[in-house]
Every structure is written in C-alpha cells, then in structure tokens.
C-alpha cells in the first residue's frame, strides 16, 4: 500500500503547507514540521506545540465532548492577567486549562513508528504510543504530561481575586514552557537521529515561569 501512503503523505503534507501560509499552525514549531514531513517514512497529521485555554463548561465539572464545553480564549504563548480577565467576562462555569505539546504522525512501517515512539519517550513524552496500524501506516500519538487544569468561575461567581488569579497564570505559563522545552528535547533528538544534526549533551534548565518573568 505504498502508493496509498504517499498519496495520503502528500494530502497532508500539502495541508500543513497552506495552513501555515495562513497563519493557521504554530509559529515556534512550524519550520521544525516543514522539514521533518521531507523524511521519506514520516508525515504529521496534526501538531500543537501547547496551549491555555479559558473553557465554558455547561456543567460544573468539566468534561470534553461536542456541546459539553466552548471555548473562550486559546493562546499558544504564555499569557497575562490583563488577557486572562478580559476572556472570562462571559461564561458561567469557567475553567483555565494548560495543554503541553501533542503531535500525531503516521509511520512507514512499525519499525519506524518504534524508532520515534522511543525518541518521544527519550524526550519526556512519557505518554507516546502508537495509536492504530493500518494498510496505509502507523499511527502515533506523541503527548506529555504538562497539563494543569483549575476551575475560575462557578455558576457566574469568580473563584479568585486578581492576585490569586495572577499566580495561577504564573502557574499555567509555566506549565506551557516546560511543556515547550520537552518539544526543544524532542526536536534536537529527532534532528540528531535523522539529519545527523549534532547538539551538546547539557541538559536545559527548567526556569520557573515566575523567574523567567523578571529577566524581561
């Protein structure tokens, strides 16, 4: 089924070429998928390099599903208290929630898709695996831990005032760049393993968020 694979490769591949020409793909980690979709047994069907989010949940918990939760504000950089408060006038059941990085590629061949699966692990993405293996490919899901979800708002009444809310975003940027440092751990291995890309083996500090915030 190999013509199967490069015509379904070029589909996506075609995709990504067009929707990061309209803004519409992640900016840090655009020119990383652009050349990784050259490798001839690799393309990614969709990517996100982590997000916050302010969700509307029609109940109090939150729950995904269609119908179940609407979103209000998304950013895939780390945000302010201005931008946090200005997103949760609406809503009656609000939560912030931090996503780290999520890629879902389709493999060659399972040999393939277990080289990558093992550098994802390598890299901090305890939660990769692959999905499904079908006539056309191996699908994989490379995930992280990096996640944080608290609730802002319940039946209309804020939760926080300004100065809690204000360490809570500090908690959820910071949550985001450790979850964008696994990807930088994740790309230079990819990048050493298939374009013999050497890079030094000192580890990145993990800078809280906090700290960060007061080189600027």
Not at 73 to 93: C, D, F, M, Q, Y
Not at 170 to 178: D, G, S, V
Not at 193 to 206: G, I, K, T, V
Request: aromatic content about 10%; some cysteine; proline content about 2%.
């Amino acid at each position: 089924m190999a013509e199967v694979y490069e015509a379904r490769k070029r589909r996506f591949v075609d995709r990504l070429i067009r929707e990061g020409e309209e803004g519409r793909v992640d900016f840090d980690i655009l020119d990383f998928l652009r050349e990784f979709n050259e490798l001839s047994n690799y393309y990614t069907t969709s990517s996100c390099s982590g997000r916050i989010m302010i969700v509307d949940a029609f109940s109090l918990s939150f729950a995904k599903g269609r119908g179940l939760a609407k979103i209000l504000a998304k950013w895939h950089r780390p945000v302010t208290l201005s931008e946090v408060l200005g997103a949760i006038n609406s809503g009656v059941n609000l939560w912030l929630l931090t996503r780290g990085p999520i890629l879902h590629v389709v493999a060659k061949d399972v040999e393939s898709a277990m080289d990558l699966t093992r550098l994802a692990k390598d890299a901090g993405f305890k939660r990769s695996s692959i999905l499904s293996i079908k006539d056309w490919g191996v699908v994989i899901e490379i995930e992280s831990d990096d996640r944080l979800d608290i609730p802002i708002k319940v039946n209309g009444e804020l939760l926080l005032n300004n100065n809690q809310l204000s360490e809570i975003i500090n908690a959820a940027n910071e949550t985001l760049m450790f979850g964008k440092l696994r990807l930088v751990r994740l790309i230079k291995l990819i990048e050493s393993r298939y374009f013999n890309r050497n890079y030094s083996q000192d580890n990145e500090a993990l800078v809280p968020y906090r700290v960060f915030k007061r080189w600027l």
